[in-house]
């Protein structure tokens, strides 16, 4: 096929898929300033050159292999460099896609950027994305209890929306518990993108967003095992395969996969859960990419999610503390059923040195099924608790694209890299909720056992249809001159909305929306000499909201601006890269209670988070790696109906530090060896919007050690053992409550996890850059 015929064909793709219906709503110098267009394409990859048969005469001190202390321009585009979607060695990521939908340094990014790369996932055995995020500035975590369906992430003092390789994950709209999840086992890197955002990602909240991205096939064959056993008999097995296909490594595929059996902190709770992840790129040409991945995951649990009232947990109780395991549902009712399965697909061409067309493609399915109780506070007595049980039968499914033409020129003295894009999403929804109140119970002495009304018995509180269709388009123009880098992005969203009601809320009937707006971002970043880049940004949100006032009026889309400015710091010649940034966010008709009928929301209200965030992160030597991080936030309601002006933003944490570091010897009696450390200390947040609820502050500790037994004897290369403690002291704490003492939750004690992995072949990933 000529160029012309693959212009033309992608014209029609781009305009078959975005019809909107109708019906509906170290490098050894720093990188460069200069943006070089790109060289004329290279030849095809050759077969990657397999590791020869390893001598069994090895020595001990030789048995494993020594990382090289290679330093790698950035600009090099051969084989072991950082790519944005790609493979980071070490805690440090160089570049990332997330801020700008290309392939950029993140020293060049005029907006803070954290990412969290698998290696620390793996150092800090982190099952869930939540856990992968402990020790990131901004970040506010563990709302819903230590073992939660819901992976809730606030940044900057508001709800993050999450994406997978950068298309949003499905919510249905009318309980939110058909929630799509990301498996940390599965992806590459976790990056948080703070600040609004929705110049180029179109409905996001003004504090950041969350985008997974996921493993994608190698050039270079590895084959990864893991089984993992310990605390709360927890027993877990997992692998991750993939390479070449075929001799000329047109065909790459990727396997990655796992199995856990385990209990929970919480008597007669499971957290059990099956996940497969299968992926292949087929590569006809060197400027031409085409990669499927598909996911598939099952949860059936027994048990669930369970609130504490807060007297004997957050506040004294004089019949004492409420154990950490009491469980206060019905054994062999309570359950979870959970299916989520998602396919799609990545394609990239470059049609010559300065146009190149990336589209993104996905449909997520998610079906939940779950009968939970929930407390519902205690008596006078101070011990017996009211329940009710709860049913939500409830699902979603989305159709997300993305297609991305980028242009990369000069014009004099200005290396321009351009993107227009026009983006797609497609969303229904379905949800069926109902409750009754069941028998109360003795939080000191249970007796269970009580009568459970069936579901079909009950009338439903919420019954929803929805559907939701969202098209944007957006230009973005990255402009170098010296060393100057300013980026200018506008986007244009239109957003339909159309959501059936038969039940109680919201009212029965029919609510249509049809919302628009222009958002977008301004930033500059200036790079010295010496590895110092100053940044600042001005950008706009916006966000549709879901539901109605009490007269029916649908909700109008919250807005948001805001500023940030900031430092980035990569001393010359080492991995390590310090981020400072001082930010002030305002968000507008933001809900807040009816004052006629507190089971209806208005839109009054305003809120204006603002706060100074510092991250240290890197490779300090070939042994040492570590992470360090603080926070201070002040967000508060500047506007409301309730009398809440002035008071914080709840379940939102107002200051944060934590330290990681681990330590691996390569030489001497304890080759082999590696050892990491962290402390976390989580400040107060309230719990209530009336800040009458003070969740207090904690620290907890985590410790790992591990041993790689090939320096032990060379036929054991590719066997490590690592041994995990989380909550290290086993420090009991409340880690939020939600407007009422009834509703706190309790958060995750000591958990202790002995992991044994076999690897060989492995890809080694981009070599350290040292000093």
């Known amino acids: 096929m000529n160029s012309k015929s693959v212009c033309l064909a992608t014209v029609s793709i781009v305009a078959l898929s975005v019809a909107l219906p109708n019906e509906g709503h170290a490098q050894s110098e720093l990188p460069t300033v200069t943006v070089v267009a790109p060289q004329s394409k290279p030849a095809r990859r050759a077969k990657p050159v397999r590791h020869a048969a390893r001598s069994s005469q090895t020595s001990r001190r030789a048995a494993a292999p020594v990382q090289r202390q290679v330093v790698v321009p950035q600009e090099n585009a051969g084989a072991g460099v950082e790519r944005a979607n790609g493979p980071v060695r070490g805690y440090l990521a160089t570049r990332s896609g997330t801020g700008t939908k290309t392939d950029t340094p993140i020293l060049e990014t005029p907006q803070t950027i954290s990412v969290v790369p698998k290696d620390q996932i793996a150092d800090q055995a982190a099952s869930t994305m939540p856990q992968a995020l402990r020790y990131t500035p901004g970040v506010s975590l563990d709302a819903y209890s230590a073992n939660s369906k819901f992976d809730p992430v606030y940044v900057r003092g508001f709800l993050a929306e999450q994406f997978l390789d950068g298309l949003k994950l499905p919510v249905d709209p009318g309980v939110q518990w058909a929630a799509a999840r990301a498996e940390p086992y599965n992806l590459e890197r976790i990056e948080v993108l703070k600040g609004p955002s929705s110049g180029l990602y179109g409905q996001t909240n003004p504090g950041g967003f969350i985008n997974m991205v996921s493993k994608l096939p190698t050039e270079t064959p590895h084959y990864n095992f893991e089984g993992q056993f310990g605390s709360f008999n927890r027993f877990q097995g997992a692998f991750d395969i993939g390479g070449p296909i075929d001799k000329e490594g047109q065909f790459l595929y990727r396997l990655v996969g796992l199995a856990r059996q385990s209990d929970t902190q919480i008597n007669y709770q499971q957290d059990n859960k099956l996940f497969i992840a299968p992926s292949l790129t087929w590569r006809p040409t060197s400027d031409t990419k085409f990669t499927v991945l598909g996911s598939y995951h099952n949860i059936d649990n027994k048990g669930y999610q369970q609130y504490v009232p807060g007297q004997g947990t957050l506040l004294p109780n004089p019949n004492g503390s409420i154990p950490y395991s009491r469980y206060f549902g019905e054994p062999g009712v309570d359950r979870i059923k959970d299916e989520q399965g998602m396919v799609g697909y990545e394609f990239e061409h470059r049609f010559n040195n300065v146009f190149q067309f990336r589209q993104n493609f996905r449909y997520t399915d998610v079906n939940t099924d779950a009968t939970a109780f929930r407390s519902e506070g205690l008596r006078a007595d101070l011990r ?182 900031g430092v980035k710091y990569q001393p010359f010649g080492w991995n390590l890269l310090l981020t400072a940034a001082y930010y002030d966010f305002t968000q507008q008709n933001v809900l807040t209670t009816d004052p006629v009928n507190p089971l209806f929301s208005v839109q009054t209200g305003a809120v204006r988070s603002k706060g100074f965030e510092f991250e240290a992160r890197g490779n300090v030597t070939r042994e040492f790696q570590i992470i360090g991080s603080y926070a201070y936030l002040d967000p508060r309601v500047i506007a409301s109906n309730t009398g809440t002006v002035g008071k914080y933003v709840p379940n939102v944490a107002l200051s944060q530090a934590a330290l990681w570091a681990k330590y691996n010897w390569f030489d001497g009696d304890l080759a082999g060896l590696g050892v990491g450390a962290g402390v976390r200390y989580v400040g107060n947040l309230w719990g209530d919007s009336a800040n009458t609820i003070d969740v207090t502050a904690y620290t907890l500790f985590d410790a790992m050690v591990s041993y790689d037994f090939g320096y032990l004897r060379p036929d054991m290369r590719g066997w490590k053992a690592q041994l995990n403690a989380s909550n290290l002291f086993d420090k009991s704490y409340v880690s939020n409550c939600f407007g009422s003492l009834a509703y706190c939750t309790y958060g995750q004690g000591r958990t202790v996890l002995l992991s044994l992995k076999y690897a060989w072949n492995a890809d080694p990933g981009p070599p350290l850059i040292t000093k």
Do not use: C
Not at 415 to 435: E, M, P, T
Not at 520 to 540: I, K, V
């Open 384 to 565: 017996t608790l009211n329940r009710s049980m709860n049913y939500v039968l409830s699902s979603s499914n989305n159709i997300a694209l993305d297609n991305q033409l980028q242009a990369d020129f000069a014009i004099g003295p200005f290396q321009h890299k351009v993107l227009f894009g026009v983006d797609y999403l497609h969303l229904r929804g379905n949800a069926d909720y109902r409750f009754a109140g069941i028998a109360p119970i003795d939080v000191y002495n249970p007796v269970y056992g009580a009568a459970i009304p069936p579901a079909s018995s009950l009338t439903p509180f919420i019954h929803t249809d929805a559907k939701q269709d969202r098209l944007g388009e957006y230009i973005q123009d990255q402009i170098k001159i010296d060393r100057f880098t300013l980026s200018l992005t506008g986007r244009h969203d239109q957003a339909r909305a159309d959501l059936i009601s038969s039940a109680f809320y919201p009212a029965p009937g029919v609510y249509h929306t049809d919302d628009s707006a222009f958002t977008g971002r301004a930033g500059l970043s200036y790079l010295f000499d010496f590895g110092l880049a100053p940044f600042a940004n001005y950008s706009t949100s916006f966000m549709p909201l879901s539901g109605t006032d009490r007269a029916g009026r649908p909700f109008k889309p919250t807005t948001g601006e805001g500023w940030e400015a």
